[in-house]
């Protein structure tokens, strides 16, 4: 069964969304991540994470 955040079981809810985008080092990603899962307090929070390579620099 569910047990939803917000809202009411059978019901669509629709909430104005949050959109955070941030530059960070690799060992920054898993200790960010599970601070965002832990307060957004959903069950399971959309995160997305994109590595980016710049020729700029050595990586």
């Known amino acids: ?3 939803p ?3 009411s079981k ?3 809810e ?3 969304l949050l959109k955070i985008e941030i530059n ?3 060992e920054q990603v898993r200790p960010i991540v ?3 899962k832990e307060s957004l307090g959903w069950e399971e929070p959309l995160v ?3 590595k980016l390579y710049n020729i ?3 990586l």
């Open 14 to 16: 629709n909430y104005k």
């Open 56 to 58: 700029e620099f050595d």
């Open 48 to 50: 997305n994470v994109f």
């Open 1 to 3: 069964g569910s047990n």
């Open 10 to 12: 059978g019901k669509v």
């Open 5 to 7: 955040v917000f809202g």
């Open 34 to 36: 599970e601070s965002l």
């Open 24 to 26: 960070v080092s690799t």
